[in-house]
T-cell receptor
Framework: GAVVSQHPSRVICKSGTSVKIECRSL??????MFWYRQFPKQSLMLMAT?????????EQGVEKDKFLINHASLTLSTLTVTSAHPEDSSFYIC?????????????FGEGSWLTVV | GENVEQHPSTLSVQEGDSAVIKCTYS??????FPWYKQELGKGPQLIID?????GEKKDQRIAVTLNKTAKHFSLHITETQPEDSAVYFC????????FGTGTSLTVIP
């Protein structure tokens, strides 16, 4: 099946710094990518929908100035956590939408563990 | 908007037995229903999906059934193995993607 690559898989950063997470669709073009946050033993929480060439759509309660999303190409979306704080520590997951003849399919990346110290 | 409910939240089965996880949805416009398996510390992996024009789909030990009239769909895993132990999420999609709350499946050797 289609592959979505997410990098880095783990990152530790100091409080106040910014961290960038990349999401790439490796064998298909994704006009739409999604960013999720997941807390332990909970379901995925949608943060924002990223559309190639346009501004991301953020879910209610998600600070767009803190979680910067850029979808500059059909295969790459990035999430930048700005001025990170310990409460931003979490598991961040991206997904990409593959538009196939039979319909759309969503594939997920492997996730990125962010620890802010 | 859509509301997806998933049951049970935890499920333990003996190795070799079958496991069934059920989801219900509220929006009749939803037309795509994937199932994901998430192992500890990893991203969700698509294991099977079904679209609204199909009632059942099978892939080896995994099958999914869809009842559009009742707005529910189920994941069936037969001959379970310890490596099937994971958290399973259902989802429903119309224009947006809605996850169920997850089922933690434990297969006891």
């Amino acid at each position: 099946g289609a592959v979505v690559s997410q990098h880095p898989s783990r990152v530790i950063c100091k409080s106040g710094t910014s961290v960038k997470i990349e999401c790439r669709s490796l064998d298909f073009q994704a006009t739409t990518m999604f960013w999720y946050r997941q807390f332990p033993k909970q379901s995925l929480m949608l943060m924002a929908t990223s559309n190639e060439g346009s501004k991301a759509t953020y879910e209610q309660g998600v600070e767009k100035d803190k979680f910067l999303i850029n979808h500059a190409s059909l295969t790459l979306s990035t999430l930048t956590v700005t001025s990170a704080h310990p409460e931003d520590s979490s598991f961040y997951i991206c997904s990409a939408e593959d538009i196939e003849f039979s319909g759309n399919t969503i594939y997920f990346g492997e996730g990125s563990w962010l620890t802010v110290v | 908007g859509e509301n997806v409910e998933q049951h049970p939240s935890t499920l333990s089965v003996q190795e070799g037995d079958s496991a069934v996880i059920k989801c219900t949805y509220s929006d009749s416009a939803s037309n795509y229903f994937p199932w994901y398996k998430q192992e500890l510390g990893k991203g969700p992996q698509l294991i099977i999906d079904i679209r609204s024009n199909v009632g059942e789909k099978k892939d080896q030990r995994i099958a999914v059934t869809l009842n559009k009239t009742a707005k529910h769909f189920s994941l069936h895993i037969t001959e379970t193995q310890p490596e099937d132990s994971a958290v399973y999420f259902c989802a429903a999609m119309d224009n947006q993607f809605y996850f169920g709350t997850g089922t933690s499946l434990t297969v006891i050797p």
